[in-house]
C-alpha cells in the first residue's frame, strides 16, 4: 500500500480565504507531484518537484505555489482563493522512472 | 502539438468478455508508459508499466502492448468482472526517464453481469 497522504480529504471555504493543502509520503520518494482534476476530466500536472528545495511548474497555469523543505512534504498553498479553484487536487510521489504513488486527494470547494 | 488520447470516454461490455482500451499519442518519444486505474472521488492506482524497448507486458487478466512506431498502447482486462468497472488512464513519461508524467483523459469501462 501506497504511504501518501493528504489533509484535508474535504474543504469548503469561503472567497479571499488562504488555504494549505497538505501532502506527506513515508516512502522517501525524491520526485512528488501536484495534479489537478475537475470531475470527469483528465489530471493537470500543475506543479513538481525533484527533491528538497526543488519545485518547478507543470503544465496548467496555476495561482497555487508549493515548497518542499523536506523530503517527506510538499505543500500547495492558495493565498487567495477563488471559486475558479474550486476541484480536486491529488498528490503523488514516484522513484525517479517507475509508478506513481497516488494519495486519496483533497477536494476543495470555494465559495 | 502534444496530444494523448484515449479511445473513448466510456466502454461498455459484458462480464467475461476482454475489454480493450487504446491509447493515442502525438509528438512524444517516452521512454515508457503507464496504465493506471481510477475509482470515483479517488486517487488513480498503478497498474502496469510497459518501456519502450518492450512488446508486451502482462499481469494476472492483465495485458499491455507498446507499439512506438504507431505511438499506440493497448490494454486489455481478460475475463472481464463488474469489480473491474472504472476508469482507465494511461500516462506518458514526456522527458525521457525523468517520470515527467501526462495522463489521457481516460476512458470509463463499465462490466456488466
Known amino acids: 500500500e501506497a504511504d501518501i497522504y493528504q489533509t484535508p480529504r474535504y474543504l469548503v471555504i469561503g472567497t479571499g480565504k488562504k488555504i494549505t493543502l497538505e501532502c506527506s509520503q513515508t516512502?522517501?520518494?525524491?520526485?512528488m507531484y501536484w495534479y489537478q482534476q475537475d470531475p470527469g476530466m483528465e489530471l493537470h500536472l500543475i506543479h513538481y518537484?525533484?527533491?528538497?528545495?526543488?519545485?518547478e511548474k507543470g503544465d496548467l497555469s496555476s495561482e497555487s505555489t508549493v515548497s518542499r523543505i523536506r523530503t517527506e512534504h510538499f505543500p500547495l498553498t492558495l493565498e487567495s482563493a477563488r471559486p475558479s479553484h474550486t476541484s480536486q487536487y491529488l498528490c503523488?510521489?514516484?522513484?525517479?522512472?517507475?509508478?506513481?504513488?497516488f494519495g486519496e486527494g483533497s477536494r476543495l470547494t470555494v465559495l | 502539438s502534444q496530444k494523448i488520447e484515449q479511445n473513448s470516454e466510456a466502454l461498455n461490455i459484458q462480464e467475461g468478455k476482454t475489454a480493450t482500451l487504446t491509447c493515442n499519442y502525438t509528438?512524444?518519444?517516452?521512454?515508457?508508459l503507464q496504465w493506471y486505474r481510477q475509482d470515483p472521488g479517488r486517487g488513480p492506482v498503478f497498474l502496469l508499466l510497459?518501456?519502450?524497448?518492450?512488446k508486451e507486458k502482462r499481469k494476472e487478466r492483465l495485458k499491455v502492448t507498446f507499439d512506438t512506431t504507431l505511438k499506440q498502447s493497448l490494454f486489455h482486462i481478460t475475463a472481464s468482472q463488474p469489480a473491474d468497472s472504472a476508469t482507465y488512464l494511461c500516462?506518458?513519461?514526456?522527458?525521457?526517464?525523468?517520470?515527467?508524467?501526462?495522463f489521457g483523459a481516460g476512458t470509463r469501462l463499465t462490466v456488466k453481469p
Open positions: 503523488a510521489s514516484s522513484v525517479v522512472t517507475g509508478e506513481l504513488f
Open positions: 516512502m522517501g520518494h525524491d520526485k
Open positions: 518537484s525533484y527533491g528538497v528545495n526543488s519545485t
Open positions: 509528438n512524444y518519444s517516452p521512454a515508457y
Open positions: 510497459i518501456r519502450e524497448n518492450e
Open positions: 500516462a506518458l513519461d514526456i522527458t525521457y526517464n525523468n517520470n515527467d508524467m501526462r
